[in-house]
Structures are given as structure tokens and as C-alpha cells.
């Protein structure tokens, strides 16, 4: 059960808040959990978010979605990690082109016209929501300050100082992923070049699988592993042909590790930060990578603040954006 | 007049303290000032610091030189700003190269010992300080969260965030001049390549004149110029010849300019800070570089962070560093 908000107001003197629900909007899914004061998941669920079929559709499945999530609980508030760029303050998707083809839509407005309530809905960019589930549940519980850089599609990032999301003047930062890396390096998809995304995520992957077959010579098994397949797949693919050994992959995994360890090299002289976490699918490929990225951060970085940062992976999966946004919803 | 601890808190719940002591250690000269709460500066010093003489002649001097400043005054809050790693939280020198030969220094026991004080010592590092001051009393005061470049012999960095000093979990956080710009470039004193401080300051000028002038064919008035000069004078030298029209001192000057734009750029995404503010003596050619500097910063990172994070030239010059070190002391 949701609530109006004066019912919210008179209960709030003598009912503590200790359940929330936090959900992770994707282009794909909805996923979402009820969770406790302690950070406990108490409740799961996951339906298709049809993101695709506009935003009427996204609202409609939204607020079925938290009805069924908030069945038989007192919920005042609700945190939502969406990909893109968010008025925080607001409530407002200011963009996120991977989900919705709306700029400046009021979300938490439109979906508590939608459920006929007043809850207080917190909406947040998805990496954030990850930083902040890391830092409060996950492999960064112990400490004050670190980052958070998930590599998926696109590498997205989170920046907790003194235990608070760093979200900037208008809610932007934290764009790690959109660091520059190499300045005459490869285009990003957000018209820079030589970004951290652009050779450390699933797309850089995939690019530079492409770029490598253009040469006729080259002797790698991803030529025929990567024939007909998935162009998502392709990751995938690069990690297991790695594993068996395969010399470019390897190559692949190694560019990949150099990027991300010259970004945390950069982050950790910039911020002092107690960690380093790396979280996202393309996380997966470990141990293919870590070991370059470890080398170069420290290879770069003041040996003392580096040695202070550890660099750790996700201890949370898909879970951190949803306990991120309850934090954020406990916060509210 | 300078007081013990007793007195301290004892005329604490009856006196306001309404005037402190900054002062900007260098490895040539110790400047100070007496500033009051409203960030003026009521009477300036300027000494000989003898650093180069060692730990004692230095601390010697400073005992004198707060004597001097604060005769007349009540005096229970000093601030300084140091050129190297400070452990602000314990009052300790951790690092500090270019000043002195001694590492972990506990310079606020030993000033108050000498002293025969308990007055309070806020000790941080300078360009930290720099940035304090900016955004107390410069170029942004009336924002809440900047970053501050300091291009001297080195480049120092300095991040406010939402009002507060952000020196990360050891107090070494703010290294904006050891971002990595260029992973293949110049190697820089820190150990790393292509650091932002080996392209954007006045060691990097001489680097890249002593480099250009290897070529016997290059064609540039520097040639002559720079024949039985100091080093030190060479930057000037390069920002004369590049105001009369040398191509290649021209050349120099947008290398400043970009390695700098790249990295606001990066900040700009990472931190969505209302202002970057430039400061030290390399910033005197800026109309030599900051066109270069906006034009690469803008051209990188995302449109509407960078559209928020104005670009400035630091107001206080030598007095950055005083009233910063002003401003810690004032909140203790």
C-alpha cells in the first residue's frame, strides 16, 4: 500500500520508515526489491520494462510494478536508478537516450498522478545508484570515500566522498566513464575521443574485435567464433576466447585493463578515495584484466594514496543499483 | 600577542575571534598577513624563509615573523599553506621537497613549542590553500563547488566542493597537475608520464624549449633569446617571444592551452563543478593559451556541465594562498 502525503505526514511522527522499495529501470527490464532499514532484500521482482513502447508504457508498468512490490506494506518512499542524465532535485529525467526517447520528462510527478499518491519517489542516474549500493551494502561497507565504475554497454561511474553521492552542481558528475583517456584516441559515443568508454566497455570491445579482424593476417579464433553471432554476444565471446588463450583477445582484455588502471590512477591523485570499485558485465572478464589495470594505477599514481585506494570488484551485481536507490530512498 | 590554550578557551566564550594569521610558506620567501573575518587584509609581510638552511632556521624565522604579524592583536588562530604532502589532521609536513629535507615534520608542535604557545595551527598544502582562497574571497565567490589550477613550477590542484575543501581520506586529494593527460608523454618529476604538470607548467616550457631547439632547423627567435639566460626566465622569455609573433613559442603556449582543456574537461564530467579558476605565475600568458583551453575543453566534454563550469583567471594572485590559509584557520 502507497500513501497520500498527509497520510504520510501523520503517520510519519509515529511510524519509523523501515521498509522501501528501490528499482532499477533499464531499457529492457524493471527490477526492483522491498527492502529494509539494514539493507536486507525482503521481496524480489523483475517484468520487462517496454521502455520501447514509449513512455505512457513505461508509467503503466512502472506503477503496476511498485503496487505489486508495496502489496500488504506501508511504503512512503521509493528510489529508482535510471541510465541517463537526472534532475535529482527535481524529479525529473533530464535525458537517457537508451531508455526513453523524452528529454526533460517529469518522472516523479507523472507517476504519482499515476498511482493517485503523493510517496516520495527518488530518482537518481543508474551508475550513482550502483556507487551508493556498493558503498552501503556491498565491497566498499568499511569506508568514507571511494568511487564506483561500472562497465556495461557504456562505463558509468559513482562518486561517494564522506559517505555522500558526489552528484555536482546540476546532478551530472561522476562521469567516469567520460574521462579522456587518450586524446587522439577512438570516438566515444558522446562525440569525444579517447574517453575511458570508449576502451572500457562492451561497445569498445566490440569495436576493437572489429578493427583487428579488417586485418586479413591476423591469426585469432574470433573470426570464426565471432561469425553469425550476436553482436551482444561479442564480449562474451572475447572472454572465453581469452581464456583459452586466444593472442588478441588477450590483447583486447590487456587495453582494456591499461585504460581502466590510467583512470584510477588519475582518480585516486585527484579524490584520495579509500576504493576503487569495478562492477558492470563486462566485470566478468576479472581476471583477464585486473592484473594490468593494478599495474598501470600503480605504476602512475603517488604510491601513497594508491596504496590506500584498494581496487576491488562489485560485491553486489545487479543488487547494487537497487540498494543504492533504497539508500537513497531512506535518505529521501 | 599570541595565547596559551587556557586563555584560548577561556576567552573563547567571551571574545570573537574576529582577526587570524595566513601565511604562505615558500622555499624563498615566508608572506603572511593579518586578515579579518570578513577576508580583508589588515597588515602584509614579507621575509626571507632560509628553508634551504634547514628545519631549524625556518622555524626560527616563522616564530618571528608571527611575532611581528600579530603584535598588537590577539592572535589564537594561525593558517598556513606548504608546497607538498600535509597530513593537515595531525599538523605534519609528510612531504614537502622543493622546501625541505625533512619528511614527516610535526611543524605545528614544533612552532608552538618554539612559539611557547598553544596557539591553533591549521597547516595545508598551498595550491589547497590557493583554492580556499578563490573561492572565499576570488574569482568564485559566489559558488559553491570549483576546482582551482595553480601553474608554477609545478602545477597544484585544489577541489571545493559544496563550500568545503575536499583533501580526501589522507589529506592528499586535489592533485589536478598529476592527472594523466598523455599515458605515452613526457615523463613528469613524479615519476608518471604525460601528467598534466609535464605539459602545463614552467619545467614543462623549458622541456619543450630545450626539445624544440634540438632541431638546428627550426626557425625561432628563442634561439637568441634564451642564450645565457637563467632558467627561471625562460617561461617569460617564451611568453615575450610569443606575443611578438614566434611561431614556435606560439606553439608552446597552445600545448599549455590543450593539455589544460583536456583536463577541465575531464573534471568538468567527473565533478560537474561550477568553476575552474587558474591561477599562478604561467597563467600570466593567458591570452597566449586560454583560447586553446576553452576551445578543447569544450570540444570534450558533455554540453551542459561544461556550459555551467565557467572557465576563470584567478583574482588574488599571491594572495590566493594567504587567504585560503586565513580561511582554514578561521574554521579551526
Known sequence: MIFYREEIITRKGITMIDKVIGIDIGGTNLRGALVSKDGNILKRMKISSQADQGIDKLIDNLAGFIKELSEGEDIYHIGMGIPGIIDSKNGIITEAPNILNVD??????????????????????????????????????????????TMGTGVGGGIVLDGKLWTGADGMAGEIGHMTIYPDGAKCNCGNYGCLESYASATAIRRMVHEGLQDKGLDTTLRERTKNVDEEDIPQIVMESASAGDGFSLGIWQEVGKALGIAIASLVNLLNIEMA?????????????????????????????????????GLLGDDAGILGAAHLAFKG
Do not use: Q
Not at 112 to 121: A, R, T
Not at 294 to 308: D, I, V
Open 104 to 149: 526533460d520528462f517529469p518522472l516523479r510527478a507523472a507517476l504519482n498522478k499515476k498511482l493517485g499518491s503523493d510517496v516520495n519517489i527518488v530518482i537518481e542516474n543508474d551508475a550513482n545508484c550502483a556507487a551508493v549500493g556498493e558503498w552501503w551494502m556491498g565491497a566498499s561497507k568499511d569506508v568514507n570515500s571511494m568511487i564506483m565504475i
Open 277 to 313: 570499485v569495478i562492477g558492470g558485465g563486462v566485470s566478468n572478464a576479472w581476471d583477464l584484466f585486473i592484473d594490468t589495470t593494478y599495474e598501470e594505477a600503480h605504476r602512475r599514481a603517488f604510491r601513497s594514496p594508491m596504496k590506500r585506494a584498494k581496487i576491488k570488484r
